[in-house]
């Protein structure tokens, strides 16, 4: 996994709620076995017509708004547990998702690959959002380590599972983090007392 720590990008504004995996990633899609491609299916059936033809109203095909980080809009993430939502995300170049509600098993999927959901209030999301839309160059910046984002001066905190937030910033997945503490388990193991 890429380390992370600090991003600084401009955003995609993606005000929709309710947003479910199959609308992030169609079902039919989910054939591959690798994570790689599945960027270029993201929002599918929104980007793209019948004939594959591109949407030009749908904000990923509209050349003012690009970055790194997308704004989206409040339960982003409902609906069926594929991972294939955050692979998708990922591939296609996002490494932050901010919304003011995620459903749980997206938010895991999504900090087990690389891709760090922000949850805001709904307040601050709205404000980012006409921020964004106002203005395409609006730079957002998320420290991870300060579990900060701020645009234009406006500063928000956010949670982060403590586990998850020490292997994005090294770069770990869960093998590599268990590899990291190797000397600290075999040292349990000599000291553990045999029955």
Same mark, same amino acid.
């Given at each position: ?107 895991? *999927? ?7 959901? =922000?949850?805001?209030? +709904? @307040?601050?999301? !709205?404000?980012?959002?006409? %921020? ?37 910033? *090294? ?7 268990? =590899?990291?503490?190797? +000397? @600290?388990?075999? !040292?349990?193991?000599?000291? %553990?007392?045999?029955?």
């Amino acid at each position: 996994m890429e380390k992370f720590s600090r991003i600084v990008s401009t955003a995609v504004p993606l005000p929709n709620e309710d947003v479910d995996t199959d609308q992030i990633i169609p079902a039919r899609f989910l054939k591959a076995t690798s994570r790689e491609g599945f960027g270029d299916n993201l929002f599918r059936d929104w980007r793209y017509n019948n004939d594959n033809t591109a949407k030009a109203d749908f904000v990923l095909n509209n050349p003012t708004y690009s970055g790194q980080v997308l704004v989206a809009g409040r339960n982003f993430g409902c609906g069926s547990s594929r991972e294939h939502a955050a692979w998708a995300l990922f591939d296609y170049g996002f490494r932050v998702v901010v919304s003011s509600f995620f459903a749980d098993i997206f938010k895991g *999927n999504a900090l087990g690959n690389g891709l760090l959901p =922000v949850q805001v209030s +709904d @307040e601050y999301l !709205a404000a980012l959002i006409a %921020a964004v839309k106002a203005d395409p160059e609006t730079e957002v910046t998320v420290e991870l380590q300060a579990q900060t984002i701020s645009f234009n001066g406006n500063e928000a905190s956010f949670e982060v599972n403590a586990y998850k937030k020490e292997c994005m910033l *090294n770069g770990y997945d869960d093998i590599d983090y268990l =590899v990291s503490i190797k +000397d @600290e388990i075999e !040292a349990f193991e000599a000291s %553990a007392i045999t029955i």
